[in-house]
């Protein structure tokens, strides 16, 4: 940095400016001039190859010139808006008389574009060697129903599945139970659908039931919309933090330390309703590796609802109309392409404060899931296919017991219509 502000100095001193042109109040002059930056603008979170305006919320005031903002100059480093990376600007401004401003500093970082994966062609034959699945215990502290691969060479799974409706009957305090859910109290009772895997480390990934921002711009104690999330553990690279939207993080992660490693559970802002999905919706879910130790979360939108409870609450609430949903990249050790690892489609009723407790009595119910398809990721002699999730590769886990579920047999492709607690 010495040496560049060496240069800089140099550069001015060596280009002087012709005092027989100017005013004798410019060269005589001493004050620097001030360079100043918006609140929000000293980090900028882009993606490749996108365009950048890099003197954004950059102003620069003398004291005889004035507004000299289009006379700042940077050094832009090795900045490159193609390539992945974190990179330093700094910014510097002159004046007639040569006197050099204080140095701004900008951080850009680069990340990866992503888009929703393809997809892969469907392998119907017979694999060499391939692992039975076998189920596993049932976790307490919710109903719910696990279909479970083998752990064999999966390095992803996706789902297609139309959403369920609900009729939500727990809550903190009282709550009108003519409503199928109730924004103005706690549900205590809170639907989901999702993917997972575990190799090294375990991961959940898909979509619950979470508050909303209603018509009014206030936040709904109940939930209404199925919004994604993404709960992994891990012991490194993990992205904890609150949301910032100054600076383009639209994502929280919170963790609990558990021995040696985190469980983090992360979920998007809820000011960006076009993540919200509702009954009827019809959506591909993606849980994959991109690169080894490091999964994402997609969601690709298929139909959106005609449903007409769905229909009026996004024009009741003035909600966007649901948008594709791909996470950030996060931490799973031991995931790859060519490790072993056992991947699974989950529906269930989480009780709030209730996990590793018996199952509280509840009269909540999810009504037809509907999944069209399951399928797990593999390499079979040099390509990637999509496997058929079908009831050869599936152990069926319904937790606490069979009498809380109600479900058809898995299909050829891995398609099944699941209920929850079907009363």
Request: glycine share 6%; proline share 4%.
């Amino acid at each position: 940095m010495k040496k560049f502000l060496s240069f800089v100095l140099l550069l001015l001193i060596l280009g002087g400016c012709d005092k027989n042109k100017i005013d004798k109040k410019y060269y005589e002059d001493t004050i620097p001039p001030v360079l100043q930056l918006q609140s929000g603008y000293s980090k900028v979170i882009i993606y490749e190859n996108d365009e950048i305006d890099i003197f954004g919320g950059l102003m620069a005031i003398d004291n005889l010139e004035g507004n000299i903002t289009d006379k700042i100059a940077v050094d832009k480093g090795d900045f490159d808006n193609s390539v992945v990376g974190e990179y330093q600007l700094v910014f510097y401004v002159s004046d007639l008389a040569n006197n050099v401003s204080n140095f701004i500093y900008k951080t850009i970082i680069v990340r990866r574009r992503f888009e929703i994966i393809a997809k892969y062609p469907i392998f119907n034959g017979i694999i060499e060697n391939e692992i039975s699945p076998e189920t596993e215990g049932c976790f307490k502290g919710a109903y719910y129903l696990k279909v479970l691969s083998a752990q064999d060479y999966w390095f992803g799974i996706e789902a297609e599945v139309t959403l369920p409706m609900y009729d939500i009957n727990r809550y903190e305090d009282d709550y009108q139970s003519n409503l199928p859910a109730d924004p103005n109290y706690k549900n205590m009772d809170t639907p989901s659908l999702y993917l997972g895997g575990e190799a090294q480390y375990q991961t959940d990934d898909g979509l619950a039931l979470m508050p909303v921002i209603l018509g009014n711009k206030t936040i709904s104690k109940g939930s209404l919309a199925y919004r994604p999330f993404w709960r992994y553990t891990s012991n490194k690279d993990i992205d904890e933090g609150p949301y910032d939207l100054e600076n383009e993080r639209r994502y929280s992660v919170g963790c609990t330390q558990e021995g040696a490693v985190k469980n983090c559970y992360a979920h998007w802002h809820y000011l960006d309703t076009e993540f919200y999905y509702l009954p009827g919706d019809r959506v591909r879910m993606i849980v994959v590796v991109v690169e080894t130790g490091k999964l994402q979360l997609q969601i690709e939108v298929l139909e959106k609802s005609t449903l007409e409870y769905s229909v009026n609450l996004r024009k009741e609430h003035n909600w966007k109309d649901p948008e594709n949903f791909i996470s950030p990249v996060f931490s799973s050790p031991g995931y790859g392409f060519d490790t072993k690892t056992k991947f699974k489609r989950v529906n269930a009723i989480d009780q709030l404060g209730n996990e590793k407790q018996d199952v509280i009595p509840t009269t909540t119910e999810i009504f037809e899931a509907v999944w069209h398809n399951t399928y797990l990721y593999r390499k079979i002699a040099g390509t990637v296919y999509r496997v058929p999730m079908n009831q050869a590769r599936a152990a069926v886990m319904e937790c606490p017991n069979s009498s809380y579920i109600d479900a058809s047999n898995i299909d050829e492709f891995g398609g099944q219509v699941v209920k929850l607690n079907n009363n």
